[in-house]
């Protein structure tokens, strides 16, 4: 007996809700630093701010011990310049990563220089980072003397592409590659993390959704002072009075799909990543970027497998791909052979689908794990794919299952599965908070680090960037003084979160999440124009006037996935906003307005900014490159940066 | 299962069951009910046993639940039957599917 119906059939009653509900009751807590979102970014930033001995208080929806999306594991430490093997230049590499438009040079010139310090203090607190136990001898990548494992990823330059060079004799000797990523065993990490911020004091406040932001005085865009939370087992509300807040969380998650079953399945990330740090900054008014950036789903859209399938995927590097008789694909295979290319040329796409069409290639694929070399087999499976993310549980189940790398083939569904639709979209492409050298948003008290910020990258650049905005951060809360959280604004968010529970029935969360997927699907697709924009618009102003005030929740569980719900609608209606801004299309921001075709036109070569003045929308622009010129303003900003932390003891 | 009353519920969500506990290894330590990022599963009320999967639809199989399990063999992952991946024998060419 393990699920509820069982328990229903076995009990003749459904269990009682397990936690002490107590909807509306309230907790205060002071402290220094206030961290929202327990994932990588907001680990890092809690230990960094208490390593200088400030009050650090971490909240968290989930239980930090695996949340987020670096919770269950990493196995790629990305952009790693600074480290021993590399071959570039820590600050040629961040200049020429942020030489592509729309990116964040002040992020990426923090992870060039600091993400290796970062992987050794995860190594300090215990995280494994080298191959110690000398299980992988003999691998193509692995330095003996360090015992690090470089990863064929990047090998000649920064690009999931192959490079035009691939084939030709003495392609990527490794003599000559750049050696900027690490692979590594990132399983261990997340408790760790969790760990030292007890260790250090920090308090942590697992399942606690933050729901908003409190302003001085209780002014939008006044200095952020505390944070309002949701506890979602309890329905507790939490009130959070700080000197500094550090937004921490996830980007937008399934805001064009919703399955009203398999919702975790139908979605690439966790229903958790619902946007709530980005709606409660951009209602505290903070200034936002690039929202209007949004990309096609590849996988996992409840029609397409869910998990990396066989080959030709993100960490199945080196393995083959072949088709039903064993003929080899010409797809790349992230390896040595190809440089790291993960993402074929469209001829070679073509090649493939007209070959399939003359029964050159007969389907189904297959990823050949017995075709490579023994070592190289293991690293991939029982490293690369072991210690990412949500593939650690798929090999192991595997294993029980009775599959064998050393003798079986894995089915691959990359050319069965249809492409992307129009109407299927990701906003997790770079939409976020505007930043500078502190990371500190443009309103005073509020710092964004990892996905929170505009043009985010990886897991990398969320442990570096979370590390640097606690300790900028600290820094900030030393030199101010205590602030009054606005008593108004707390009740006013208060009815605002417990407006559901006052309600028996009328419109559950997910059929809320459902109609919103449909007005992004019809009004927010691929296809943009003014017309569909404001459709879309007024369908989300409709949905806020007639559906929310029907949501319903019994239990704590179900308002956090309300609130949830109004987190994304939120979410939704700054890319809207931030759609119609844009009158021109462009290609680096997947960006396709119908009535403005000129693509990527030099006037329109600029971020835009949006950020709420008074409830009113305001626009305005940065440049490409407004950061200034990264070596120096990094360097200028952080002229005590010793690098690897050094424990008092 | 006869004796037992038939209520009139809604429909049951899928996955039906993400995964699976086997009660005779399982000491209802409640580890995954903690870990579990999403709050898929509850404490069972009666001590001791598997927790009650109460989210089910919720589950993005991360997996944590199940690769954190302090008891080996307690907890089984299970991925519905839409998800469950299949391979070849490169030898002998017999197909499998995980069970």
């Avoid at chain 1, 399983?187 to 729901?211: A, H």
């Avoid at chain 2, 000491?27 to 109460?54: A, H, R, S």
């Amino acid at each position: 007996m393990a699920t509820w119906h069982e328990y229903l059939r076995s009990e003749g009653h459904p269990p009682a809700w397990p936690y002490p509900v107590r909807f509306e009751q309230e907790q205060v807590i002071d402290t220094d630093v206030l961290v929202i979102g327990g994932g990588i970014a907001g680990c890092w930033a809690a230990i960094s701010a208490a390593r200088l001995g400030v009050r650090v208080a971490l909240v968290e929806k989930g239980d930090v011990v695996r949340s987020g999306s670096g919770g269950p594991g990493c196995d790629h430490w990305c952009n790693a310049p600074a480290n021993p093997l590399s071959r570039v230049d820590p600050d040629e590499w961040a200049q020429h990563m942020a030489d592509t438009p729309y990116t964040n040079g002040i992020g990426i010139q923090i992870q060039c220089r600091e993400d290796y310090d970062t992987l050794l203090e995860m190594e300090q607190m215990g995280g494994k980072i080298r191959d110690t136990d000398d299980e992988y001898v003999g691998a193509e990548g692995r330095d003996d003397e360090t015992k690090l494992m470089i990863s064929p990823r990047y090998g000649t330059r920064h690009s999931y592409l192959p490079d035009p060079d691939m084939g030709k004799p003495g392609f990527n000797p490794p003599e000559k590659r750049n050696n900027v990523v690490i692979r590594v065993w990132g399983n261990t990490f997340k408790p760790i993390l969790k760990d030292e911020c007890k260790r250090l004091g920090v308090q942590v406040f697992d399942r606690i959704m933050g729901t908003s932001l409190l302003n001085e005085g209780g002014v939008q865009g006044a200095r952020v002072v505390g944070a309002t939370g949701l506890n979602s087992r309890t329905g507790e509300f939490m009130v959070f009075r700080s000197k500094a807040v550090i937004v921490s969380t996830s980007g937008g998650g399934s805001m064009w799909l919703m399955s009203m079953e398999h919702g975790g399945y139908s979605n690439m990330q966790s229903r958790a990543n619902s946007g709530d740090g980005t709606a409660m900054a951009w209602k505290a008014g903070a200034a936002l970027t690039m929202m209007e950036r949004t990309g096609g789903i590849s996988i996992a859209t409840g029609l397409k497998h869910k998990w990396y399938t066989g080959a030709g995927d993100a960490s199945y590097e080196n393995v083959p791909i072949v088709d039903a008789n064993g003929r080899r694909l010409p797809y790349p295979i992230q390896g040595w052979e190809d440089a790291g290319a993960m993402l074929a040329a469209p001829e070679v796409e073509q090649k493939i689908r007209e070959g399939i069409m003359k029964g050159e290639y007969e389907l189904p694929f297959y990823g050949d794990f017995p075709a490579m070399a023994e070592v190289e087999r293991r690293a991939t499976w029982d490293l690369m794919l072991a210690e990412e993310s949500t593939t650690r549980v798929f090999v192991n189940t595997m294993k029980q299952g009775g599959f064998d790398i050393n003798r079986d083939q894995l089915m691959a569904y990359k050319f069965i599965e249809g492409q992307s639709l129009p109407q299927w979209r990701d906003p997790g492409y770079g939409g976020g908070l505007v930043v500078d050298w502190n990371l500190r948003t443009t309103v005073e008290g509020l710092y964004a680090a990892g996905t929170t910020m505009f043009a985010p990258e990886d897991h990398s650049y969320a442990a570096a960037t979370g590390r640097y905005a606690g300790r900028k951060a600290a820094v900030f809360v030393k030199e101010v003084g205590e602030c009054q959280v606005n008593r108004d604004q707390i009740e006013v968010e208060k009815n605002r979160i417990f407006a559901p529970t006052k309600r028996d029935s009328g419109i559950e969360w997910k059929e809320l999440h459902n109609g919103l997927a449909r007005v992004m699907q019809y009004y927010v697709s691929e296809f943009k124009t003014e017309r569909l924009l404001k459709m879309g618009l007024e369908e989300l102003e409709r949905l806020e006037a007639e559906a929310v005030p029907q949501l319903f929740a019994h239990d704590p569980h179900k308002l956090m996935r309300s609130i949830e719900d109004l987190s994304m609608i939120e979410y939704a209606k700054i890319i809207i906003h931030a759609s119609l801004a844009r009158k021109a299309s462009s290609v680096p921001l997947g960006f396709n307005r119908i009535d403005y075709p000129e693509v990527d036109p030099a006037d329109w070569n600029k971020f835009l900014t949006l950020k709420l003045e008074n409830g009113r929308i305001q626009t305005g622009e940065l440049p490409q490159g407004f950061w200034g010129d990264m070596k120096q303003q990094y360097e200028a900003h952080n002229k005590d940066y010793t690098g690897v932390y050094k424990p008092k003891n | 299962m006869s004796e037992r009353s038939v209520f009139a519920i809604p429909n049951i969500q899928t996955p039906s069951s993400p995964v699976v506990f086997d009660s005779n290894v399982c000491t209802g330590c409640n580890n995954c009910v903690e870990t579990c990022p999403i709050d898929v599963f509850i404490p069972n009320p009666q001590k001791g046993l598997p927790p009650i999967i109460l989210h089910a639809e919720e589950c993005w199989y991360c997996g944590c639940c199940v690769d954190d399990c302090p008891c080996p063999g307690a907890a089984k992952f299970n991925w519905a039957l839409p998800m469950k991946p299949r391979w070849k024998n490169k030898e002998s060419g017999e197909l499998h599917q995980l069970k």
